[in-house]
């Protein structure tokens, strides 16, 4: 944990300004623990300040991302998150250049990554162990910071960022609305927020995921994850014409190219407690909820950016 984080870190219970115990070098903090006037302390392990008491209901995604900590990651020779960032959001190099940037669900830092490297300083906050992949990924870089906490009750200060953005995150918390509406007290006027969340426009896609659903949550995580390998070459019965389109449909996996994605976002797909999915008006309602205007909508859906009055 970099000490300048500690100008924006709060105290999710009284609001209030932390101070630092433990060990630190000049520049960061690497161990100890951060301590409030109301007396709330939290730990600082691995580099990393931790204002939640363990995973909770999101055990699956910290496996998820300890086994796929670098999957989705872009290289030399790909650009995929890059591009996706972009599709889902809108925002390109030159609108975070040199902005304060909340990732809120940041898993193991994909997006923050593309941010980082379009010149943005970026905040990541994920309630699940996979803040520990992203620090490994992401944690030596100057504009990188990393955070456990709930995105429902977030220790930071209000109204410090110049951009907020969730992608496919608030889908997976027990209330969607609610996940979304607790971001934006966190917006500084004129600030953009984007978030891209699960569609409901393919009915017989979400009644058949819906049922699987009710049985995949049941089953042991790990036990789910290899499971879910048998996405790897059902991806090419799938792609046979007529009769591939039904069983997507009868039985949903990743469509992803490389096998690994398909891996991971499958996994993904059917090991969280919390699934909902939605329609571009019902989130427009929530952008008007929360007061803000120039709302812009992107594909795939449900992607939705607003700007704060």
């Known amino acids: ?31 100890g623990r951060l301590v409030c006037t109301c007396g709330q302390t939290y730990p600082v392990a691995g580099g990393v300040p931790r204002f939640v008491a363990h995973d909770d209901y999101v055990k699956s995604f910290s496996l998820e991302w300890r086994r796929h900590s670098k999957t989705q990651l872009d290289t030399s020779v790909s650009d995929v998150s890059e591009k996706d960032f972009t599709k889902k959001t809108g925002l390109r190099p030159e609108d975070v250049k040199g902005k304060l940037i909340l990732d809120a669900g940041c898993g193991m830092g994909r997006f923050m990554d593309v941010v ?76 953009l927020i984007g978030i891209w969340v699960y569609a409901d426009y393919n009915k017989m896609h979400t009644r058949s995921s819906n049922v699987l659903r009710r049985l995949t949550v049941k089953i042991p995580r790990t036990a789910l994850y290899y499971l879910c390998y048998v996405s790897v070459p059902l991806y090419y019965v799938y792609k046979i014409p007529v009769m591939g389109h039904l069983l997507r449909n009868c039985i949903p996996i990743s469509m992803q190219k490389k096998w690994d994605w398909r891996v991971l976002d499958t996994f993904d797909w059917y090991s969280p407690a919390y699934q909902s999915k939605h329609r571009y008006p019902e989130v427009h309602r929530w952008f008007l909820e929360a007061g803000l205007s120039e709302m812009e909508l992107f594909e795939p859906p449900v992607g939705m950016r607003g700007r704060k009055l």
């Open 116 to 191: 980082q490297r379009w010149g943005g300083e970026v905040v990541g906050v994920d309630m699940s162990y996979a803040v520990d992949s992203a620090y490994c990924n992401l944690g030596n870089r100057s504009n990188s910071h990393i955070v456990q906490a709930d995105i429902m009750h977030l220790p930071l200060a209000l109204e410090c960022f110049d951009i907020i953005y969730s992608i496919g995150v608030l889908h997976h918390t027990s209330d969607c609305k609610k996940a979304f509406l607790s971001l934006t007290p966190y917006l500084r006027r004129g600030g």
């Open 1 to 31: 944990m970099k000490k300048r984080l500690l100008e924006i870190l709060r105290c999710p219970v009284c609001r209030g300004r932390l101070s630092v115990e433990g060990e630190s070098s000049d520049e960061a903090i690497d161990a």
